[in-house]
């Protein structure tokens, strides 16, 4: 098993409508969970972070975050052509390890006009 | 600010060659990280320094890869001999504070072909 997974994609949605990218983990003791975002032949970029249970949002961006579930999700609202690109969910391990941030392969979403 | 810095941007080399990779992270951040990036395996962390210290090199693929961070302002990652199935983009990222914070800040990378 993979410790950060998600479905490769590509996710194709319609300009305007609602993103929904999903990753799981398998180390229950992570500590904080990462959204980055990679335009094709470009490095990766942070787009949002989120350390609690719960919502956290910003501008057309939403982190949910279930520890129980061992699961995090971006939801990107209104979604724009220039949203195209890989999104990255990455997990930060075990308070002691902090410096290791371990990347899922990352879900290609496609926003079409 | 300058942001993390790579070189080469581009190698082309042929199998069996040695290969070195330079980085230079930004000024203050005292974590760096090198990550290698295929379509087949994602984005993996090869090897992060602390302080110029490796902490965690448990995904060094092999003995033909070493890392060196001999001050704060410059590490190398280096590969011999080099293999075709070493292809890949090799990211170099850094962060402050120990990496408290979680957020890397990437180089543009080195595109590494191995024919």
Redesign the interface.
Same mark, same amino acid.
């Given at each position: 098993q993979k410790e950060v997974e998600q479905n490769s994609g590509p996710l194709s949605v319609p300009e305007g409508a609602i993103a929904s990218l999903n990753c799981t983990y398998s180390d229950r003791g992570s500590q904080?969970f990462?959204w980055y975002r990679q335009y094709s032949g470009?490095?990766?970029?942070?787009i949002m972070?989120i350390y609690s249970n719960g919502d956290k949002e910003d501008g057309r961006f939403t982190a949910q975050l279930n520890k129980a579930s061992q699961y995090v999700s971006l939801l990107i609202r209104d979604s724009q052509p220039s949203d195209s690109a890989t999104y990255?969910c990455a997990v930060?391990g075990r308070a002691g390890?902090? =410096?290791?941030?371990?990347? =899922?392969? =990352?879900t290609t979403l496609q926003v079409k006009p | 600010d300058a942001g993390v810095i790579q070189s080469p941007r581009h190698e082309v080399t042929e199998m069996g060659q040695e290969v070195t990779l330079r980085c230079k992270p930004i000024s203050g951040h005292n974590s760096l990280f090198w990550y290698r990036q295929t379509m087949m395996r994602g984005l993996e962390l090869l090897i992060y320094f602390n302080n110029n210290v490796p902490i965690d090199d448990s995904g060094m693929p092999e003995d033909r890869f070493s890392a060196k961070m001999p001050n704060a302002s410059f590490s190398t990652l280096k590969i011999q001999p080099s293999e075709p199935r070493d292809s890949a983009v090799y990211f170099c990222a850094s962060t402050p504070q120990g990496g408290i914070t979680g957020e890397l800040f990437f180089g543009e990378g080195s595109r590494l072909t191995v024919l």
């Open positions: 904080s990462f470009k490095s990766p970029e942070l972070f990255l930060k390890n902090t =410096g290791k941030l371990i990347f =899922g392969q =990352g | -």
